[in-house]
């Protein structure tokens, strides 16, 4: 079965610095891999998607992800942190097994320091 | 641009009541899901439904639940007998196309579930 890791369940930066957020998943072909965002009391908003076009996928709000299948890695960057993307932020990956559903991973929530 | 939308955003219950969790899907959308997020916890999938019938459903949609497309624009989740294991944030998501496709599920904005 798939499975999605994201290391660090809380990560603190410093407003204008590098955000990184990590997603590794489990497959063995390449899956379908999203990054969702979710701020206080409000529903799950699509940042971005990889779905084999390219390896480097652009989001919204300056997010960006790499696809890396030899690391089967899939993390999360922004070049430099607003106070605005506070918010937790969840990976998952679609089942290629036929099925539909999405598996996420535990969610880390980013902290920006003014 | 189109969303799904939840009603209502917070429902308190008490144990052992039945309660429907309503939904209205992106209006062009043909797959239609539940999750649920327990406090604290990742969001975990219930049961997805394509062509007015329950595609696949987890160990957690056990027979208490259950879905329904009652007319072309609602999708409920129903509760039988609520349990106090039951509080949690129920997400709502629609898609154009399944799995494969790469047509991402749109979320709703959640509807937060409390038994007492």
């Known amino acids: 079965a798939q499975s999605v890791t994201q290391l660090g369940s809380h990560v603190s930066v410093s407003e204008g610095a590098l955000v990184l957020l990590r997603c590794n998943y489990s497959?063995?072909?390449?899956?379908?891999l999203f990054w969702y965002v979710q701020y206080p009391n409000q529903g799950l908003q699509l940042l971005l998607k990889y779905t084999s076009a390219a390896t480097l996928v652009k989001g919204i709000n300056g997010f960006e992800a790499e696809f890396k299948k030899s690391e089967t890695s899939f993390h999360l960057t922004k070049p430099s942190a607003h106070m605005s993307d506070a918010a937790e932020y969840f990976c998952a990956v679609s089942e290629t097994s036929g099925t539909y559903k999405y598996i996420f991973g535990t969610g880390t929530r980013l902290k920006v320091l003014a | 641009e189109p969303e799904v939308t939840q009603t209502p955003s917070h429902q308190v219950t008490q144990m052992g009541q039945e309660v429907i969790l309503r939904c209205v899907p992106i209006s062009n959308h043909l797959y239609f899901y539940w999750y649920r997020q327990i406090l604290g916890q990742k969001v975990e999938f219930l049961v997805s439904?394509?062509?007015?019938?329950?595609?696949?459903k987890s160990e957690i949609f056990d027979d208490q639940f259950s879905v329904e497309r009652p007319d072309g624009s609602n999708f409920t989740l129903k509760i039988r007998s609520t349990k106090l294991e039951d509080s949690a944030m129920y997400f709502c998501?629609?898609?154009?196309?399944?799995?494969?496709?790469?047509?991402?599920?749109?979320f709703g904005d959640g509807t937060r579930l409390s038994i007492l």
């Open positions: 497959s063995s072909v390449p899956p379908y």
């Open positions: 998501a629609s898609s154009q196309g399944g799995g494969r496709s790469n047509q991402p599920q749109h």
């Open positions: 439904f394509y062509n007015n019938e329950i595609s696949e």
